[in-house]
RNA sequence: UGCCCGAUGGUGUAACUGGCAACACGUCUGACUCUGGAUCAGAAGAGUCUAGGUUCGAGUCCUAGUCGGGCAACCA
């Protein structure tokens, strides 16, 4: 069986791992496994970013290779130190470390000198038309393209004007350099690609270093061969591509050592979107608070919603690798969320749509101190005090006047347990002249201290709590998926994805917790019993903390209801 | 009309050199429970895009199609 024994799960080997395993078997790169994770600092790294990150550093964990974070930064553009320090961020709080940091355009000054090379050897000319005229005349894939009239000037010349280029003779747009390959092959990457573009702008890195900026695919796998990448990891997009990344390697050594590009197809969720420009479309139109707004699919935003790393990365284990395109159930990534919250989340008790009880037979003015399991999962997490007095607030949805038999929380005459507290039991419902209910008074048994009756009665619910005059009054962020339809890109005419944006995807609510959370740090988990997991946000402040609701917990009670 | 990929339950991913299609999510039952959570037990759901062929035997091999995706930025 094609199987390697994993720590925690036994799966079968995807693709890569299988040619890795190859090549280890094959002492192709005598036993060296390197490889790299090359974002475009040109904006925030999503979900989609978060497997390619898992998938490379994964490897290099595995094979006990290397990984290296590099910054494909050849086009100034649109990128910025600001997005370099946040996918930074982003890697390591999924708990990778690079081997190096390094940025193509630590390069630069090697590819211009093979490019030099290419001239001297007739394989690279600058071409002095303007870019529609060289688009045109790539023509179609499915007829042969055209030649320049400047693809055969001489060495000599070319040189000159290339150096002169470097120089900054030129204007943006006059010149390039272009790849002497085949204007007639079926592959149009291959029809005599750009592989510097003029660019009179200054680079985050280099400064006002260069005018000239070496093209995609000019730089990508020149920087793996320097850096010796054995397994360049992409998506499908650029299978067509790979011929010449082979074809720029093959002009710049002799080496029997090559990296290998591979393709895999790039994650797409449902509900959501997953394309830079979408995603800066919500930024800067508003229709988020930022790339980390917590409804966004971008690691940041995801972070600050609540998720964990190890979530994210068990995740992107488990969806596995393949070059077929796919869509991944949001579903299955809150399984693994809650599966990883499960375990380690305090659980407290809060309560968000409060309706007031009264414990008609509990001493006036007393108040006690409960002990509670902070989580049942794990015994190391300990025990709390929880205040308990005689006006309480519970869900409003724990309460039916007239319950319907699969109801089975507090109703008129019924006895429910406060969880870790009391069994009470429903007497009488005080409303206001609308009818709405304002207080519900019950009686406690004194006996069931703790939540267990001494006669062995049973109750069907337990219900969370809070007790009134205890309650921190807190902010909760209530976020439901940002796009109603399952694919936001499935729009007619005219229309764009900002068609399906969910209106109610955030709710602000005032709850009220119990007072063991003030002063949590911001990110912390917590599991509001029965209600969902939520952690700290950032915007807390030590008069008033901010929640938000990171996912519900899975609710069959919510099934029953929406069906009856 | 060219070139390059891909196609397995609703969704993902498996199935060593051909050997009764498996796992997970989701869905549905039931048990248990001081969270209608967790946990546990079970069920339904595909005959592997189509048609031929090779073979005792094909999801795996061959042929021809069909469908889906990608490729014509001085983006990556």
């Known amino acids: 069986m094609n199987k390697t024994p994993e720590p925690g799960e036994n799966r079968s080997l995807n693709f890569i791992e299988t040619i890795i395993e190859e090549d280890l078997k094959n002492n192709t790169y005598g036993g060296r496994v390197h490889t790299r994770f090359p974002p475009e600092p040109n904006g925030y ?25 590099r910054f494909d930064d050849t086009n100034p553009e649109a990128e910025d130190v600001e ?43 600058v071409d002095d038309q303007p870019a529609d005229v060289i688009s045109q005349q790539r023509k179609s894939p499915t007829e042969p393209g ?18 002169r280029m470097r120089k900054g003779e030129f204007a943006e747009g006059e010149k390039v350099l272009r790849a002497k390959i085949d204007m007639r092959s079926p592959n149009m990457h291959m029809r005599d690609p750009i592989m510097y573009r003029i660019l009179h702008k200054e680079h985050h890195r280099t400064g006002n270093q260069w005018c000239l900026y070496p ?7 020149q920087s793996d061969f320097l850096e010796g990448i054995t397994h360049s990891i992409c998506t499908l997009e650029f299978e067509v591509h790979r011929p010449l990344y082979d074809w720029f390697l093959d002009q710049i050594t002799t080496d029997t050592y090559r990296p290998k590009q591979r393709e895999m197809a790039r994650l797409n969720l449902n509900y959501t979107i997953m394309s830079k420009r979408k995603l800066l479309k919500l930024v800067k139109e508003g229709y ?34 393949a070059k077929r395109e796919n869509v991944i159930d949001t579903a299955f990534l809150e399984h693994c969320l809650r599966e990883d919250l499960n375990k380690r989340a305090r659980r407290v008790m809060g309560v968000i749509n409060p309706v007031k009880i009264t414990i008609t037979n509990f001493p006036e003015g007393q108040t006690e101190w409960l002990d509670a399991v902070n989580n049942p999962e794990d015994p190391e997490a300990g025990t709390r005090k929880v205040p308990f007095s005689g006006t309480l607030y519970i869900e409003q949805d724990d309460f039916m006047e007239e319950p319907h038999n699969k109801f089975y929380r507090l109703s008129p005459g019924r006895e429910v347990r406060l969880r870790y507290a009391y069994f009470i039991t429903c007497r009488e419902v005080l409303k206001d002249d609308q009818g709405n209910i304002t ?18 009665r049973k109750v069907k619910a337990t219900l969370h709590w809070v007790s009134a005059e205890h309650a921190l009054k807190t902010e909760v962020r209530l976020y439901d998926r940002l796009f109603r339809n ?21 709710q602000i609510k005032e709850a009220f917790t119990e007072p063991s959370v003030q002063g949590a740090k911001p990110l912390t988990h917590y599991q509001f019993e029965r209600l969902g997991y939520f952690n700290v946000d950032p915007d807390s402040t030590p008069e008033k903390m901010v929640f938000n609701r990171t996912v519900t917990l899975k609710d069959d009670w919510a099934k029953i209801a929406s069906k009856s």
């Open 45 to 69: 790294l999503h979900i989609g970013h978060a497997k390619s990150i898992c998938l490379n550093f994964g490897l290099a964990e595995k094979y006990r290779g290397l990984c290296n974070l």
């Open 83 to 125: 997005y370099v320090d946040s996918i930074k961020e982003d890697v390591q709080w999924l708990g990778f470390q690079w081997h190096k940091e390094l940025y193509a355009s630590d390069y630069f000054e090697q590819l211009y000198d093979w490019a030099e090379m290419f001239i001297r050897e007739g394989k690279a000319y």
């Open 146 to 163: 055209v030649e320049s009239p400047f693809r055969d000037r001489s060495i000599e010349e070319n040189l000159d004007l290339f150096r």
């Open 215 to 221: 093209m995609y695919d000019w730089a990508h796998g």
């Open 288 to 321: 988020v608070k930022g790339w980390d707004d917590p409804r966004m699919p971008t690691i940041s935003g995801f972070r600050r919603r609540g998720y964990t790393p190890e979530s994210i990365r068990t995740f992107s284990e488990r969806i596995g690798v």
């Open 439 to 456: 207080e519900i008074l019950c009686t406690y048994d004194p006996e069931t201290r703790g939540g267990d009756s001494p006669d062995g």
């Open 486 to 506: 399952e694919n936001p890109d499935d729009v007619s005419e005219g229309e764009d994805f900002t068609v399906h944006l969910n209106t109610d995807s955030l």
